[in-house]
T-cell receptor, first 115, second 114 residues
Framework: DADVTQTPRNRITKTGKRIMLECSQTKGHDRMYWYRQDPGLGLRLIYYSFDVKDINKGEISDGYSVSRQAQAKFSLSLESAIPNQTALYFC??????????????FGDGTRLSIL | AQSVTQLGSHVSVSEGALVLLRCNYSSSVPPYLFWYVQYPNQGLQLLLKYTSAATLVKGINGFEAEFKKSETSFHLTKPSAHMSDAAEYFCAVSTPNTGNQFYFGTGTSLTVIP
């Protein structure tokens, strides 16, 4: 089984709909992240959480919200989806490590299309 | 602020040839540097990381990278390309003074020609 699981893997929806993307992990990591990937732009950070009570905005948080339900679960919501939110979304986790030098571990992504 | 530049969004090499993917970073403090690979329909997989130990870092699948502070570079190399190396490659930088957020480059798509 995957260490970082994202559901759904694919989603097609309409403008204005509310969408929730879910992420769960079995790695026991405190830190979790949501990114979006667009062709030619690499990965951009949407939100991150260093523990259950800690939520932080990333580079492109407008139009998104998150919830950290437990150490192992971190969900991303689009309250009213718009077409330019069509992208590939990734969840990642990491251990703080010594001085924060630990790599991030990624799920397989959710491909979201908004019509 | 931290940033990463990957020169060349597309690189093509012949099977058996040297692979060189370029990454330059900007950081006001000593960085941690990472290379990831992404195969189609998959997430990012860690290839290797530099965290202030040896400047020449060896990773999985025969890849290695060398941290050069004077050139602010962390280029990825592999002596002999294999067809299975065709993928998207991302360089990332992280530093303690930015909460260890990762800043990713825009990626380099590697094509291996038979």
């Amino acid at each position: 089984d995957a260490d970082v699981t994202q559901t759904p893997r694919n989603r097609i929806t309409k403008t204005g709909k509310r969408i929730m993307l879910e992420c769960s992990q079995t790695k026991g990591h405190d830190r979790m992240y949501w990114y979006r990937q667009d062709p030619g732009l690499g990965l951009r950070l949407i939100y991150y959480s260093f523990d259950v009570k800690d939520i932080n905005k990333g580079e492109i948080s407008d139009g998104y919200s998150v919830s950290r339900q437990a150490q192992a679960k971190f969900s991303l919501s689009l309250e009213s989806a718009i077409p330019n939110q069509t992208a590939l979304y990734f969840c990642a986790t990491s251990d703080p490590g010594a001085g924060g030098n630990q790599p991030q571990h990624f799920g397989d992504g959710t491909r979201l299309s908004i019509l | 602020a931290q940033s990463v530049t990957q020169l060349g969004s597309h690189v093509s090499v012949s099977e058996g040839a040297l692979v060189l993917l370029r990454c330059n970073y900007s950081s006001s403090v000593p960085p941690y540097l990472f290379w990831y690979v992404q195969y189609p329909n998959q997430g990012l997989q860690l290839l290797l990381k530099y965290t202030s130990a040896a400047t020449l870092v060896k990773g999985i699948n025969g890849f290695e990278a060398e941290f050069k502070k004077s050139e602010t570079s962390f280029h990825l190399t592999k002596p002999s390309a294999h067809m299975s190396d065709a993928a998207e490659y991302f360089c990332a930088v992280s530093t303690p003074n930015t909460g260890n957020q990762f800043y990713f480059g825009t990626g380099t798509s590697l094509t291996v020609i038979p």
